[in-house]
């Protein structure tokens, strides 16, 4: 190693006894746990706690096993809050939006 003195055996054999480090006031550096692993084993750990959740409640009585019955009187509308952004929203913006802009691009070019 390049941080390393090396100090010879006396004269007669000519070959190296042992490496000692050249200043041992340095603190060693301690190699920190990569932050990939930290999330695999979150993942890992959450999918056990869901795992181990869903296998205690197989044989409770709160599975439902049939559609609910509908309610005697239905309210005319209830009002639901739909997501703006949703896949198909994505979706079509991806694909629309470079479309649109190639397409202007060779148009421009024709003139």
Do not use: N
Not at 14 to 29: C, F, I, N, R, Y
Not at 47 to 71: H, L, N, T
Not at 104 to 111: K, T
């Amino acid at each position: 190693p390049p941080a390393t003195l090396q100090q010879p055996i006396p004269p007669a054999t000519g070959t190296l006894l042992a490496q000692q480090p050249m200043d041992a006031s340095k603190p060693e550096v301690e190699l920190s746990t990569p932050w990939g692993a930290c999330v695999l084993a979150g993942l890992g750990l959450g999918y056990a706690a869901a795992a181990a959740g869903a296998y205690g409640r197989q044989g409770s009585s709160r599975m439902v096993r049939a559609a609910e019955g509908k309610p005697a009187v239905a309210a005319a509308r209830t009002p639901v809050a739909y997501p703006i952004f949703t896949f198909r929203w994505l979706a079509i913006h991806a694909l629309t939006i470079p479309t649109v802009f190639f397409l202007g691009a060779i148009s421009s070019m024709q003139f």
